[in-house]
T-cell receptor, first 115, second 113 residues
Framework: DGGITQSPKYLFRKEGQNVTLSCEQN?????MYWYRQDPGQGLRLIYYSQIVNDFQKGDIAEGYSVSREKKESFPLTVTSAQKNPTAFYLCASSTRLTSSYNEQFFGPGTRLTVL | AQSVAQPEDQVNVAEGNPLTVKCTYS??????LFWYVQYPNRGLQFLLKYITGDNLVKGSYGFEAEFNKSQTSFHLKKPSALVSDSALYFCAVLDQAGTALIFGKGTTLSVSS
């Protein structure tokens, strides 16, 4: 988990609320990613960003939004439009060096629960 | 379509015995393959990757993986399992665009003493 921090570790959301999950990295990586993990479904890509001020939707972007104003930071907002947000959220980063072939480093995760 | 399959939800093995966690892939062109491990309520940790070269790749904590192009497989192996190896293991492949990893659903490894 070294080099990538996620906060908070646990987050509780009431229905209709937007919440923002923090992800910060000090690895000087250009690319950052957000995944959602549900039991038995593996990791599913929500959004990713390869450079500052640019990001792309992943497989399950609906109900989520991101920003990438700084290289070190890639916050994820879970909006009220996301109907089933209870899950474990993982942030990752990677260098864009060709030799890395996108080897990703992961943060410790945030567990979001809807009350 | 690019995909990764881990056919076993759970693998059980006794401590000291060899272990294998299976992974098959479907991707156009040369595959770039990864194994990660996850302990409860933690992020994923990188174990090893196959890019090119030898079909047997050695990684962290005594793990290795065998790449088989004809069978489109990348099975994770360890000669002698430890109880501390018990965790959730993910296989992943780099997508064709080279921008993101596609993960399998994971296999839970349980090593009994």
């Amino acid at each position: 988990d070294g080099g990538i921090t996620q906060s908070p570790k646990y987050l509780f959301r009431k229905e209709g609320q937007n919440v923002t999950l923090s992800c910060e990295q000090n690895l000087n990586h250009d690319a950052m990613y957000w995944y959602r993990q549900d039991p038995g479904q593996g990791l599913r890509l929500i959004y990713y960003s390869q450079i500052v001020n640019d990001f792309q939707k992943g497989d399950i972007a609906e109900g989520y939004s991101v920003s990438r104003e700084k290289k070190e930071s890639f916050p994820l907002t879970v909006t009220s439009a996301q109907k089933n947000p209870t899950a474990f959220y993982l942030c990752a980063s990677s260098t864009r060096l060709t030799s890395s072939y996108n080897e990703q480093f992961f943060g410790p995760g945030t567990r979001l629960t809807v009350l | 379509a690019q995909s990764v399959a881990q056919p076993e939800d759970q693998v059980n093995v006794a401590e000291g015995n060899p272990l294998t966690v299976k992974c098959t892939y479907s991707v156009s062109g040369n595959p770039y393959l990864f194994w990660y491990v996850q302990y409860p309520n933690r992020g994923l940790q990188f174990l090893l990757k196959y890019i090119t070269g030898d079909n047997l790749v050695k990684g962290s904590y005594g793990f290795e993986a065998e790449f088989n192009k004809s069978q489109t497989s990348f099975h994770l192996k360890k000669p002698s399992a430890l109880v501390s190896d018990s965790a959730l293991y993910f296989c992943a492949v780099l997508d064709q665009a080279g921008t993101a990893l596609i993960f399998g659903k994971g296999t839970t490894l349980s090593v009994s003493s």
